[in-house]
């Protein structure tokens, strides 16, 4: 079976014009808020909303991926951060959603654990034993105080497609929470069909600044085509039907090193934010080693073709990080007929179902990290078997790929025409 010279060939790279208008809106809305009077503004809603604390003073700004974050100063000494949605980075459709699941999410493990913990091993084992019944994102009862998860879940990847593709279709999208894990991994797939078909350029090399070679794109749509077949069949090999329903633990894929806040001075955790995309998922998901222990991530060794160096160099990461949460396990009270986490860590990474829990979350790499490791698992040992109906149908979305070039094309020197006039 073909298989592509280049994980990095395969890395999703979302609608570039889109994306232009996206930060268009962006730098025109900082232009024009970011003033002295706006900040004044700011300042005085930070003390009118934390009375008790004195006068807030602006002290500095920060951007990330789909925020802005204000830092003002009491005469205390204390620090506080407003965090506003960047216009153009994040749908206005979304915007409110996403700032009411994070601070749900912020109060409820507030509530719940100790989180911000010193120790990563007590963090991971404490998130472990929240259970609940549903998929989704949760809300307190006003008059009960109880947590319920009774909103549909809210993904980085649902918020990166309606980002990153025009017109994106949400129609599809759950309007409640999921009880199943089958169901959401149907809406995963579900999802990256989606984009598969509707993203124009997703077959283009991103790397050649040339004219489009339809023949390279050719080659690529075929692999994704083979890839997206491939997830969904390896889907039952690592879903365990016994908990299909249930229960269900909290889990972000943005929950790393570069979302936590450090103490120069002891080197402890003091803070952890952007929990944003925090929902109640599938049990395993938040089984998985954190694959971000070592000084890059996973998509970015695949974007930039070294993946096999990571998994090399990952490891002693990782057998650091199980033998010092194997020594809090050992502190810890463990609950009757519980495995330890850091034994079904190490099942999913010997196992390699973090990997498709991985590409399950993040539709950006999903294609790549299927030829890098997930193909072998298939009885075949070298990727899915392909019914005539399924050939078919993958000669047809090549000639689909090519059209929407095209079409693609077309609306940059159209643009550009526009820009120029």
């Known amino acids: 079976m073909d298989r592509p010279s280049s994980t990095c060939l395969l890395t999703a ?9 996206g930060s268009e809106e962006f730098n025109d809305w900082k232009m024009s808020a970011i003033n002295p009077t706006v900040i004044k503004e700011l300042e005085e809603f930070v003390t009118e909303q934390l009375k008790d604390c004195g006068p807030a003073t602006y002290v500095d700004r920060a951007e990330g991926s789909y925020n802005m974050i ?49 120790n990563l091993g007590d963090f991971y084992i404490q998130l472990n034993r929240l259970p609940f019944e549903k998929i989704g994102s949760i809300t307190e009862d006003p008059l009960s105080g109880q947590w319920k998860i009774t909103q549909h879940p809210l993904t980085m990847d649902m918020h990166q497609l309606v980002l990153g593709v025009p017109a994106y279709p949400t129609e599809e999208w759950p309007t409640r929470p999921l009880q199943r894990s089958s169901d959401y991994f149907d809406f995963v797939v579900a999802q990256q069909h989606n984009q598969l078909w509707k993203l124009r350029n997703l077959n283009a090399d991103q790397h050649d600044e040339q004219d489009v070679d339809l023949e390279q794109a ?108 194997k020594r809090v396990e050992a502190r810890s009270q463990a609950r009757d007929g519980e495995k330890p986490l850091s034994t079904l860590m190490l099942e999913s990474w010997t196992s390699k179902r973090c990997w498709l829990n991985y590409a399950a979350h993040h539709a950006d790499h999903s294609d790549a990290l299927y030829w890098a490791e997930l193909r072998q698992l298939h009885p075949s040992g070298d990727g899915p078997e392909l019914s005539p109906d399924m050939e078919s149908e993958m000669e047809s979305y090549v000639e689909h790929t090519k059209k929407q070039i095209a079409a693609y094309e077309k609306a940059w020197v159209a643009e550009e025409t526009v820009s120029t006039a």
């Open 13 to 21: 790279m979302y609608d570039g014009l889109f994306y232009t208008k």
């Open 70 to 118: 204000f830092r003002f100063r009491f005469t205390t000494g204390t620090n506080v951060a407003l965090c506003i949605p960047k216009p153009g980075h994040t749908p206005s459709a979304l915007a409110a959603e996403k700032i009411a699941n994070e601070v749900a999410w912020m109060r409820y493990l507030k509530a719940k654990t100790s989180l911000p913990v010193p």
């Open 218 to 325: 050719a080659k690529i749509a075929r692999l994704r085509f083979k890839a997206r077949l491939g997830f969904k069949q390896l889907i039952p090999l690592f879903h365990n039907q016994s908990d299909d329903s249930g229960p269900f633990l909290p889990f972000n894929p943005d929950l790393d090193s570069r979302n936590m806040v450090i103490d120069p001075n002891t080197n402890r955790i003091t803070g952890i934010f952007d929990l944003e995309f925090s929902n109640a998922m599938p049990t395993q998901f938040a089984r998985d080693p954190p694959l971000w222990l070592h000084r890059v991530l996973p998509g970015q060794c695949l974007e930039k073709d070294f993946f096999p160096w990571f998994l090399q160099s990952y490891q002693p990461y990782l057998d650091q990080f199980l033998d010092a949460m």
